[in-house]
């Protein structure tokens, strides 16, 4: 008997099914269908049956759909048991009420169920994966399978609007020991989205998907996540990582949200970070932990742009392509004298529009705000509020300009109080 060309089915519906031999004897049940890791990812390896003496998996382009809906053994299919065959993942085992990533969508999904497809004679896997179901009419089949006959379910569950991942967005490399699901997501694809929105992703992860996502990624993607997570769930992320491999996600962090996040470990862990941390940047994350948390400096990034009162608009272009730290948090650039006290800010806007020859003093505000190292973060609220600033440099009592509050900054601390 051939298998239609091409026939859209759901492992909900397949499970269970009777897979018989060529003269109609009943060999077993499907209990779960084996799909292949590795360089073969998404290809159905085999299907396992369920039979009286125990589990055996059988090659996928031994089983064929017949014409009444059961599944037929070729006559030459081998059934070898299950404990003898190599590391597959298994659909119902491994994926069925798992959490998975939707890019595209930006949120964890939980996969109902997995549709699939028979294809005709000549292809290499005569079944093959098409998508994951995280929406409504994969939640449906499950629940009532078995209450309602099979053809009817289907009729009704195709009425119900679609939610499906198609396979190749759900790259699973491999099963550990503990039947757990490791998803790759591409770097590309997880580099591409904003902190924010990875950070909302982590946070709606079970902890062993959330593990294994935020080990995947680099040191600068991994900081600017971290930095948008709640300061518990920073914790968390940190606790499965040794400290150099920490050290170097610190280093690319805010020094702001680096010294935040090193004051709420314990002392003797963020001292053995500090440690592995290189010179410069561990120097100014030690410096922003000496301040008060509730105060400006507490708060406060010493990341920013500066230059000398001599300096030109070609000086600062050329700053700004050396600039280390988030160049999107650039709103201004800081004039300061040979004792780095504060001289004048210019904005970005004036220095595009200004001759490369151009002095920046020219360019400076005349009378630039700026804040006491020790203001208290309802102060400095208050400020920006009556204001409408962007960012607000930091001096210490000789006037020195030690730092700059970002909006963000502000924008989180009253949303804690909220």
Request: glycine residues 6%; contains cysteine; proline residues 4%.
């Amino acid at each position: 008997m051939r298998p239609r060309t091409t026939a859209r089915v759901s492992l909900t519906a397949l499970l269970g099914t009777p897979v018989t031999d060529a003269q109609g004897h009943l060999r077993g049940r499907l209990k779960d269908i084996a799909v292949a890791t590795g360089e073969d990812a998404g290809k159905v390896a085999g299907l396992v049956l369920k039979t009286r003496t125990g589990l055996f998996i059988v090659a996928s382009e031994d089983v064929m759909e017949t014409p009444a809906g059961t599944l037929e053994l070729r006559s030459s299919g081998a059934m070898v048991s299950l404990k003898e065959e190599g590391n597959y993942l298994y659909l119902r085992q491994d994926l069925i009420d798992r959490q998975i990533i939707d890019i595209h969508g930006r949120k964890v999904v939980r996969v109902n169920d997995v549709d699939l497809e028979w294809m005709g004679h000549g292809a290499a896997h005569l079944l093959r994966v098409v998508e994951v179901e995280v929406g409504l009419r994969g939640a449906f089949r499950r629940v009532f399978k078995g209450l309602l006959p099979r053809a009817t379910l289907e009729t009704i569950s195709r009425k119900l609007g679609a939610h499906g991942i198609p396979w190749e967005f759900v790259d699973v490399i491999e099963v550990d020991p503990a039947r757990r699901v490791k998803l790759r997501i591409e770097y590309e694809r997880l580099s591409e989205m904003h902190p924010s929105d990875l950070a909302d992703i982590l946070e709606d992860l079970a902890p062993a998907e959330r593990e294994v996502i935020f080990a995947s990624l680099d040191e600068e993607v991994a900081a600017e996540a971290l930095e948008e997570v709640e300061p518990k769930l920073q914790k968390t992320l940190l606790e499965k990582l040794d400290e150099e491999r920490i050290a170097d996600i610190v280093e690319e962090m805010d020094p702001g949200a680096a010294a935040d996040l090193l004051a709420e470990l314990p002392e003797e862990q963020s001292d053995a970070i500090l440690e592995e941390m290189e010179p410069e940047e561990r120097q100014e994350v030690e410096e922003l932990l000496e301040f008060d948390e509730d105060s400006a400096a507490g708060c406060m990034t010493t990341d920013f742009v500066y230059l000398g009162m001599q300096s030109t608009v070609a000086q600062a272009v050329q700053a700004l392509r050396s600039f280390d730290g988030d160049p999107e948090s650039v709103t201004e650039i800081y004039l300061l004298d040979e004792k780095r006290v504060l001289r004048g800010a210019i904005t970005l806007a004036r220095v595009v529009m200004a001759q490369p020859e151009t002095r920046l003093a020219v360019l400076a505000e005349p009378r630039v705000l700026s804040c006491p190292s020790g203001l208290h973060q309802n102060d400095l609220a208050e400020l920006f509020d009556k204001y409408n600033l962007h960012a607000l440099p930091v001096v210490d009592a000789q006037g020195r300009m030690v730092g700059v509050v970002q909006a963000d900054h502000v924008i989180s601390f009253l949303r804690e109080k909220l």
